[in-house]
Structures are given as structure tokens and as C-alpha cells.
């Protein structure tokens, strides 16, 4: 059964759907269930997930928690009537007009369309204006000649660009324009863009990406479904800097168009005769009629005298596009107009070429693939989304029926994938650092890597590996593109694929070697299946031709290297059994990520390999000694973990010195010199409640407070420490704490011990462990390993950890935490110390983070005794970006200014913010910290202004935006 958050998310970003018509069913306590409109319930505000019993549509009940009910995808209730493709925020609604004998240009009336076509001829023209050199070029002889060749054309939508405000008038003056077309043309003043369609428009939007320059869109309807045609101009090389602002355009552009859920059609003038379709990921409706190979320039200063004066270099280009993004669009036909002169005195009717494309439906497409598979995904595989503990585990692990039912309500924010908009799917941008491929097996690896070492520069880049897909989605879009990989992987039946067979590819500078892998028809099956499935994410080649890359050959003879090759490899053969997903992280190599079985369609996720346990000589009585002695007149405690007993290898050693009288602290920090002359990077802590000073002596980092005590004598000073302030109370209550944690668990502190080494390890594999990162304290995650050792006591250790976490998965976090007297607070999560002055120790989680410990927390419910239990968490499946904290010199006040930040992400609309608790660079460069920005980021626009206020009174902090793969494996 799906949890009510997924339910939830479906609702609000399937297009299918009208949140409008949705009621949530909230439970209350001793009272009726509350109905809360869908689009007034807040996620992660005032009313958790679990909370949430029952959901209707039209007043049917869709979803209900206690029956198991989920009709969602099913029942006729609550569908969206004329679903929107234009959506804010990046479209701006626009008013598409018709003309009225009476009225003039008015609002276009919907208009039901009975017979939708199953062809459409689509024409981009740029009309040249009268900006430059306007004594030159005959632009009040040139409109008319325009007029009629628009006519001549007959086409269903005409796009044009550089419309001025004569040509305009006499467009909308046109009577065959008036009878036949309606006419979109909002801000047209500022950017000179106009569509006409012969076909009912359903609705137009406009997004404008500068002063000037804007992306018009309409929506029809085909034969396929709702199709949105969009026109644009790119900046020109007039402009200063003109290259560089085409490729902001087109990423911005790319990013808007991508949560378009419909079959898109991109026309307009490029002013690029490079490969815009690569960076938008379509498909070059000029290149599939006449092939790559095809130069055919729209604007040609060589013939055309019109171009000749605009052209800064003289070089005929093709900057004129249709671009396609559907495989059920396939273009039949694609012509220049207007590549004459219209007059006897050698006058054209533009410097550009205009440029008509006849687009028929492969409707046959439609039939052979899921509604929308192509675009984008509804819902997540079977697995995802199911819970997967039954009542039975909880028994097994002590846990009552209740608990389990309160468990299966908080799995809200735990593997599902949600489909939103802006989020990647299949149709999201390729990246160079992500593939689909076939791996051989290991055994087979020796003689092929053996000449790959020698003979190819790739070889500590990319495993041996016969390329599927190239340029794939990035990885945190896996997920989403799990169910589609798998429903491919289905269909083809795993085969035998006889390695043999030296062959290679000549390029320019260079000659690829590679193995002919065999089974020729198999692999053309698997890659059909894939393409079928990912068109826009397919090798820029005209054909399919398996290979495994042996070597590159440049100042060798190719002959020499296809000789040694045969000399070395000998016949093998291989089961294609898996296909493999890759990406490469950072300045790492190709690494995998998942298996997909063919024919099962089996799914295997690639933990990451957990952290190293570095086990080190600590000098820690020593240190204590140490210190005592230096500060005789003190009294020198262990707190933390090493005064519980349960620290981890590698573990800090954290102290509080009570001195009598006024602390000195430069003093202090004199004795402990001298008592420590090979310490290293001492600081002093300033900013903190109370003074302090932080070192490391060998291997050992040492955390020092010192806390002043007046005329109380050092040894009395924890239990008198309500006489003195605020700040050296809490630190006095560090020895206190932890004594009442020990005594908490007294019959069964082995148990606690292990326990809570257990879950420390487990919370630093996830990146939980950190407060000033927004994750739990070490005392905080110790009073939960105690609570659970003291309600449960003699549960063997694999028991006991099972049952810790299935406790605090299911825990309503609104409900205090203590070992001691109850005390409440406001925080998102309430463990409060056991002992005075009481307060919470997990003030640090954000709303946000509350939700991911408790996400986390129920997956190591399900993991608990496998190896995944303490792999790091899937960082790159889960944030499509990060905003990169980079820290030039001490970092402590920025680690503790950390939360801020954070929650200021959140408040930004980033929900799943993950701030991951360790550095990925240190000394020698700076220190850089990657905080990952969920599925929706905040562009870097909005990022710099989130963090502006933040890095003020940082010097040296700085945050900027980083996309999913440039930063490293986490650990």
C-alpha cells in the first residue's frame, strides 16, 4: 500500500489530476477525522504524514489507511478536466487571439476539436527588422513579399521572429491571416516574437529569460495528444559576449521545457549553427529528412545580399531549427523558402531562409508504449512502493501491532521517487557522466585490460564495456528512470555473445580498436528496447554498432595494434545477462551504480562500500594524566562518549576543566603547551557558552571547556551547578548527563555499550551524526540507545538493534524523549538531557531533517543484519544539486552557524536538504563542505541570494550551486 505522502505528491504534480478536488482525512485525537482540502495541507508543517487516514476525491474515498483501499490511478474521480502544459512558474499565462468581425482581435473561445490531425506543417521565418542598417535593406518593400510568401507556404503554424510594429499591423490586417489563423503575440514590442495557428489553440504561455528575449509556447491537439509548439530568438553575435548568453538561453530554456509533460515541437532562429539540440536533448528535424551530413545553411552571406550585410564574418550558417521531442513526431519532409530573390532587382525577403517542416503522427507508436512513457513516469516501481515490514518482523523484534501500524504511518518520505515539476525524467538533459552499458564478466577482464593499459587513455576512466547509452540522465534521476529501464530490460531475453572479432572506427586524428562482441540481432533488440524507451538519450551516431573499446591508435600504424590484439585475445564467450547503469562523480571514474536483469528485470541498487573502520593508537589516559597535572588545581572530567564507554574508533576526546576563580584562558593555554609540546593546531573557542580550547596531539583531537567556578570548590562544582550561569551549567551537566545515562541503564550497561556503538556507526554511515549539521548529537542518539536498552533489557544485540530502530522510526517526534523528569519544547525533535538545566539535545533537526532521520531510521529497520545497514546514503540518487560551502581558513564559526543555513534552504522551498557532515577537500586547499539540495534546487540565482545574508560576518565562507555529478563519493 502506498504511504499517504505519496499519495499526496502524486495528486498535487500528476497533470491528470485537479488537487482542487481532493480532501485529505486528518486523524484527530478524541474526535471526528478532519477534512483538509489537498491544496491546503502543508507537507512536513503542523500535521504529520501518519496522521493523514483517508483521502476522497468528488467524495469518493480513493485512498484509506485502515482498509488498504488505493484508487487513485483508477477511479474517475478528481481527473483534471483540461489539464494545463504550460504551467508557472516558468510559463507565464498569455491571451492567444482570434478575430472578430465586430470586435477585432479578441480572446480565442476553446474550441473542441472533433478529428485532431495526424499531420502538421510547421514554418519558422526570422522577418529581418530595421535595427541595423535600415537604409539598406527595403524593409516597406520587403513586408508585403513576406505576406504572400507566409500565404504561398500554407502552413498550419507559422512562427516568426523580429516582428516590428508595421510588419505586425499588417499581419492583423491580412484577410486571409484573420479568417484561418489565431494570432499569439504577447510583449511583442520587447520581443519581436508571433505565432499563427491554423489549429485551435488550447492555451499559450511566455516566458521571458531577459529584457528582450523570450520562449512563446502554444498548445495543440494531434493525434498523439496535446503537442506544445514553442518559438524563441537567441541572442546574436552582436551582442557583447553573444556565445556565452546562447548557452545560458538554452540551459535555461532546457530546464523550463523539461517538466512539460506533452510531445514538444522547439522552432525558431538559434543563431547557432553548432548543435542546440544536443544541449536540449531533441532531435534535428532538418538532419532526419536530409541527413548529418547535410550543411544547408538558412542564412548564406555568399548568395544572399541581405545576409551579406548583417554577417559580422561572412560564413553561411544553419541557425534556422525545427527540434523535435517525442519519438511519435517524425518529420517527412523539411524545405528552404524564400532562398531566391522575390524581385527582378535582386531583393529577398529576409537575410534568413525560412525554413517548413511537414511532421506526421506515428500514431503505431502510441499503441506499442505506455501513455506518457516516453515523457515522463506517474509512478514508481512496485517495490518502491510498497512497505515492505510486516506485522510478523515486529513480533520477531518485540514490537506490538500499534507500534507497527504507527511505523507504516511515518514511511512517507522513504523510497519514493517523486515525479514533480522540474524533477529529471527520461526526458531530462543527458549528461557525459552517466551511461547505460553491458559489463563482461570479471574473469574475462585480464587480457582485455591488459591491452587496455597499454593502448587505452580511457582505461582508469571506464570499465571494459560494450555502450548502450551514452549521455544518459544524471544520476539523481535513476530512480525516476528505474521502472521504464526495467519494463525495457523485460522484454529481451538474456543471450551468449561470442567476444572475437578485432575491428576499428577511423576518425580524424585517430583509429579505435575495439572487440566485436557478436550476436549482432540481440544487441540491436536490447538497444531498440532502450531507445524506444530514452530517445532523446542515444549516441550521436546514424547507426548502432556494438563494440568494446580496446584501444585508440594515433602515431602507431592501426594495422600494428589490430595485430597485437588478435595476438593476445583469444575467442571468448559471455552472458548478456545485465545491463549496468554508470556515472562518474567528480574527477572519479566510471563506477556502477545498479544492475538490471534481462529478461527478470530484476533490480539491484550498488551500495556504497562503507567507510574504513581506522582503528589508532589513541594516548588517551595519558592525555587526561596529562592534563590533570597541568591544572592541578583544577578538577579535569571525560565527558561524552569516552566517559559512556561507547566511543568509536578515531573517536574526539572531550574534557571540561573546572578551575577555581576567573578563567584565564590564555593562561590555560600556556600550561597546556607546555604539558603538550608537540600539539598541533591549537585554536581557542571563543564564541561558545563557555571559553575553550581545541588541539590535536598525534592523533588525538582533544575538545577542552573550561569553566570557571568562583569560590565553589572544583569537586563540588557539578552538583552545585545550578549556583552558576546558564553556559558553565549545561557544560557541568555533560559529567551529569552522562552518569544518568550509565545509571539509566545500570542492569544492562554491556548492552547499552554495544548498542550504542551500533547506532553511532550506523548515524556517521548515513551523515547523521553531526548538530551543527543538522543531524543528532552524540548525547541525544546515547539517550536513545538507553531508552530502548532500559524498555527492552535482555534482548540479544542483533535484536536490540532491530528494535531501536523500529521504536524510533515510529516515533510521533511531537512526543519528548527522556531518561528523567518530562519536560517538553517546541523543537521539530524533543530528546532532552536527563539532567538539569533540562533542555532539548536536538535543537539542531530542522523540520526537513526530522523527516529524513525518520526516513532514514525506517530503511535501517528493513536493513538491519545485511551489509547495506551501514553503506553510505545514495547522495547523488537524491539531490540533483548541491550548494558547495567553501571555507578559506577556520571553519568553527562557520560549522556552527551550519543549521542556519539550512534552515534557510528550507524556508527557500528546499525540503530535502542533507547537509553531509564531512568535508570532501581539506588542506591543502580549502575546506569544502556539500550540502545536497533534494530533487527541486533552487537555481543559483536563488541560492546566492539564500546564502548572501548568511556568509555575511563569514570572511573566506562562500556557497555556490554545484550539479549532481561534479562533486565526489561522500564518506
Known amino acids: 500500500m502506498r504511504t499517504s505522502e505519496e499519495i499526496y505528491h502524486q495528486i498535487r504534480w500528476d497533470p491528470r489530476f485537479d488537487p482542487a478536488r481532493f480532501v485529505l482525512g486528518v486523524n484527530v485525537r478524541g474526535a471526528a477525522p478532519k477534512r483538509v482540502p489537498l491544496p ?35 477511479s474517475p474521480a478528481g481527473r483534471a478536466q483540461d489539464p494545463r502544459k504550460l504551467n508557472a512558474p516558468f510559463f507565464t499565462a498569455a491571451t492567444p487571439l482570434t478575430w472578430d468581425a465586430n470586435l477585432g482581435w479578441t480572446p480565442a473561445e476553446p474550441v473542441t476539436v472533433t478529428w485532431p490531425p495526424t499531420t502538421l506543417r510547421v514554418l519558422t521565418w526570422n522577418t529581418l527588422w530595421d535595427r541595423y542598417f535600415s537604409d539598406r535593406i527595403e524593409t516597406a518593400r520587403r513586408r508585403p513579399l513576406l505576406v504572400d510568401a507566409l500565404e504561398q507556404a500554407d502552413a498550419d503554424v507559422i512562427a516568426l521572429q523580429e516582428v516590428e510594429p508595421e510588419l505586425l499591423d499588417l499581419i492583423q490586417s491580412t484577410p486571409w491571416i484573420r479568417d484561418s489563423y489565431t494570432l499569439c503575440a504577447d510583449n511583442i514590442a520587447k520581443n519581436k516574437l508571433l505565432l499563427l495557428s491554423r489549429l485551435p489553440v488550447r492555451e499559450a504561455g511566455i516566458h521571458a529569460y531577459g529584457p528582450y528575449k523570450a520562449l512563446s509556447a502554444i498548445t495543440l491537439e494531434l493525434a498523439t495528444g496535446r503537442v506544445v509548439l514553442a518559438t524563441t530568438h537567441l541572442t546574436s553575435d552582436y551582442a557583447q559576449n553573444g556565445p556565452t548568453k546562447r548557452e545560458s538561453e538554452l540551459a535555461t530554456i532546457a530546464e523550463g521545457l523539461l517538466p512539460v509533460d506533452a510531445d514538444l515541437i522547439l522552432i525558431g532562429d538559434f543563431n547557432d549553427d553548432g548543435h542546440p539540440e544536443k544541449t536540449l536533448t531533441m532531435r534535428d528535424a532538418w538532419t532526419e529528412v536530409h541527413g548529418p551530413s547535410d550543411k544547408t545553411p538558412t542564412f548564406d552571406p555568399t548568395k544572399n545580399p541581405l545576409a551579406a550585410i548583417q554577417s559580422l564574418g561572412g560564413r553561411p550558417a544553419r541557425i534556422d531549427r525545427v527540434l523535435l521531442r517525442s519519438p511519435a513526431l517524425n ?29 506526421t503522427v506515428d500514431q ?11 515523457r515522463r513516469l506517474d509512478i514508481t516501481s512496485e517495490a518502491h512502493a510498497q512497505a515492505r515490514i510486516t506485522p510478523e518482523a515486529h513480533a520477531q523484534a518485540g514490537i506490538t501491532t500499534k507500534a507497527h501500524a504507527r511505523a507504516k504511518a511515518t514511511t512517507g518520505a522513504l523510497t519514493w521517487t517523486h515525479i514533480t515539476a522540474g524533477q529529471a525524467t527520461p526526458a531530462a538533459p543527458s549528461t557525459a557522466r552517466t551511461a547505460v552499458v553491458w559489463i563482461p564478466p570479471k574473469e574475462l577482464w585480464p587480457p582485455i585490460q591488459e591491452i587496455r593499459k597499454k593502448h587505452d587513455p580511457q582505461v582508469d576512466r571506464w570499465p571494459p564495456h560494450v555502450t548502450l547509452i551514452s549521455g544518459f540522465i544524471p544520476e539523481s534521476s535513476f530512480e525516476a528512470a528505474a521502472p521504464l529501464l526495467t519494463t525495457a530490460a523485460s522484454t529481451i531475453t538474456p543471450f551468449t555473445a561470442p567476444l572475437h572479432g578485432i575491428h576499428t572506427f577511423h576518425h580524424r586524428d585517430n583509429t579505435t580498436i575495439w572487440l566485436n562482441p557478436g550476436a549482432p540481432e540481440s544487441w540491436a533488440s536490447l538497444h531498440h528496447a532502450l531507445k524506444h524507451t530514452f530517445p532523446t538519450h542515444q549516441a550521436h551516431h546514424e547507426t548502432f554498432t556494438p563494440h568494446l573499446t580496446l584501444a585508440k591508435g594515433s602515431g602507431r600504424l592501426p594495422e600494428v595494434l589490430v595485430a597485437e590484439c588478435q595476438a593476445r585475445l583469444s575467442p571468448m564467450t559471455a552472458r548478456v545477462g545485465e545491463i549496468v547503469l554508470l556515472s562518474r562523480r567528480a574527477g572519479e571514474p566510471m563506477r556502477p551504480r545498479a544492475t538490471i536483469a534481462l529478461g527478470t528485470s530484476e ?44 566511543e568509536l574508533a578515531g573517536a574526539d576526546l572531550d574534557l571540561v576543566a573546572v578551575l ?135 534482548l540479544p544485540s542483533d535484536d536490540l538493534l532491530r528494535t531501536f530502530f523500529a521504536t524510533w522510526a515510529a516515533w510521533d517526534w511531537r512526543e519528548p524523549i527522556t531518561l528523567g523528569p ?14 538539569a538545566p533540562v533542555r532539548p539535545c536536538s535543537d539542531q533537526v530542522t523540520i526537513g531533517g526530522r523527516d529524513l532521520l525518520t526516513q532514514e531510521l525506517y530503511r535501517a529497520w528493513e536493513t538491519t543484519g545485511t551489509d547495506e545497514l551501514l553503506s553510505p546514503p545514495p547522495m547523488h540518487r537524491r539531490h540533483t544539486a548541491w550548494a558547495i560551502v567553501t571555507i578559506k581558513g577556520e571553519m568553527g564559526k562557520a560549522r556552527g552557524r551550519m543549521r542556519a543555513l539550512i534552515a534557510a534552504l528550507e524556508r527557500a522551498g528546499a525540503s530535502d536538504v542533507h547537509a553531509w557532515p564531512r568535508p570532501f577537500e581539506t588542506e591543502p586547499k580549502p575546506t569544502r563542505f556539500a550540502i545536497g539540495l533534494g530533487h527541486t534546487p533552487p537555481n543559483a540565482t536563488t541560492l546566492t541570494e539564500i546564502t548572501a545574508r548568511w556568509t555575511e560576518g563569514l570572511p573566506g565562507v562562500t556557497v555556490n550551486r554545484a550539479e549532481c555529478g561534479e562533486v565526489p563519493t561522500l564518506n
Open 331 to 359: 518529420p517527412t519532409t523539411a524545405t528552404l523558402l524564400g532562398d531566391s530573390p522575390a524581385t527582378n532587382d535582386n531583393l529577398f525577403i529576409s537575410d534568413h531562409y525560412g525554413l517548413a517542416v511537414e511532421i
Open 364 to 374: 503505431d507508436t502510441l499503441g506499442n508504449t505506455p501513455s506518457g512513457a516516453h
Open 603 to 646: 533490480l539491484r541498487w550498488i551500495n556504497e562500500p562503507p567507510m574504513p573502520d581506522i582503528h589508532r593508537e589513541l594516548p588517551v589516559e595519558e592525555a587526561v594524566t596529562r592534563l590533570r597535572d597541568c591544572l592541578g588545581e583544577g578538577v579535569v572530567h571525560v565527558v561524552g562518549s569516552r566517559r559512556l564507554r561507547c
Open 822 to 835: 518530562v519536560a517538553f519544547s517546541d523543537a521539530p525533535v524533543q530528546i532532552m538531557t536527563p539532567t
Open 660 to 794: 577555581p576563580g576567573v578563567v584565564d584562558l590564555g593562561r590555560v593555554e600556556e600550561r597546556v603547551v607546555e604539558a603538550f609540546p608537540q600539539v598541533k593546531g591549537m585554536r581557542r573557542v571563543v564564541g561558545a557558552r563557555v571559553p575553550g580550547l581545541r588541539m590535536r596531539v598525534e592523533d588525538l583531537e582533544i575538545d577542552l571547556v573550561v569553566v570557571g567556578v568562583g569560590d565553589i570548590a572544583p569537586e563540588e562544582a557539578v552538583s552545585r551547578r545550578g549556583e552558576l550561569d546558564a553556559g558553565s551549567a549545561i557544560a557541568l551537566s555533560a559529567v551529569s548527563d552522562a552518569d544518568a545515562i550509565l545509571a539509566a541503564v545500570d542492569g544492562n550497561q554491556s548492552g547499552f555499550v554495544g548498542l550504542a556503538r551500533q547506532v553511532k556507526a550506523w548515524a556517521r554511515a548515513k551523515g547523521l551524526d553531526s548538530a551543527p549539521f543538522g543531524g543528532l548529537s552524540g548525547l541525544a542518539w546515547t539517550i536513545l540507545a538507553a531508552q530502548t536498552v532500559r524498555e527492552t533489557p535482555n
Open 40 to 74: 491546503a495541507f502543508v507537507p512536513g508543517g503542523d500535521i504529520p504524514w501518519h496522521r493523514v487516514i483517508f483521502v476522497e476525491a468528488d467524495g469518493e474515498t480513493v485512498w484509506d489507511r485502515a482498509s488498504g483501499l488505493d484508487v487513485v490511478n483508477t
